[in-house]
């Protein structure tokens, strides 16, 4: 595919005309973003910056978006492999600082490390199939938009 793709959401605050809003300091972080046809979903900043605990921050949607893009990367690659994946789980993490990735003295993503945990069927060869990640990272259309590193650890299990 080399053509362009175009993918639109819509972004709404005050996510709820009742809540705080400017000037208050304290105003609400809370809004809910969409795409046609799709479910809502409630948004705010991290705790730490005055959010919702409840709802999605953008750094775990960020990190979400990671994840799910190299799993998928992965199944078509597995696919094509002829690999056959019977469970794929992970508990991706990232970490927010002010570092060395992003502007000078701001704070951004500094890294995110995937944990993908895949069962494959017995006979499956178990170092292609490590490889397959590496192969994954490499192709992943979001991790290739980001300026941190995406790290994987995979872990790959052999039905009995």
Same mark, same amino acid.
């Given at each position: #595919? ?5 993918? &639109? ?17 304290? +105003?609400? &972080?809370?809004? !809910? ?41 992965? $199944? @078509?690659?597995?696919? /094509?492999? &002829? ?14 600082? !002010?570092?060395? +990735? ?6 951004? #993503? ?14 499956? %060869?178990?170092?292609?199939? /490590? $490889? #397959?990640?590496? /192969?994954? &990272?490499? %192709?992943? +259309?979001?991790? %290739?938009?980001?300026? +941190?590193? @995406?790290?994987? $650890?995979?872990? !790959?299990?052999?039905?009995?």
């Amino acid at each position: #595919m080399t053509e362009p793709q175009h993918f &639109r959401i819509r972004l709404e605050w005050p996510a709820d005309p009742a809540q705080t809003a400017h000037p208050d300091a304290n +105003f609400s &972080r809370n809004a !809910i973003v969409s795409a046609d046809g799709k479910a809502v979903v409630e948004v705010s900043s991290p705790t730490v910056f005055g959010g919702d605990a409840s709802r999605y921050s953008p750094e775990e949607l960020l990190i979400m978006s990671l994840a799910e893009c190299h799993m998928l990367t992965f $199944l @078509v690659i597995a696919s /094509k492999k &002829r690999l056959r994946v019977l469970h794929y789980a992970d508990a991706a993490e990232g970490t927010l600082a !002010i570092g060395e +990735f992003g502007a000078a003295g701001k704070m951004s #993503m500094q890294e995110v490390v995937l944990h993908p945990r895949v069962l494959v069927a017995r006979g499956s %060869n178990l170092a292609e199939a /490590k $490889l #397959m990640h590496e /192969k994954a &990272r490499a %192709n992943c +259309f979001v991790a %290739n938009s980001v300026n +941190f590193p @995406v790290r994987h $650890l995979a872990d !790959i299990i052999e039905a009995e």
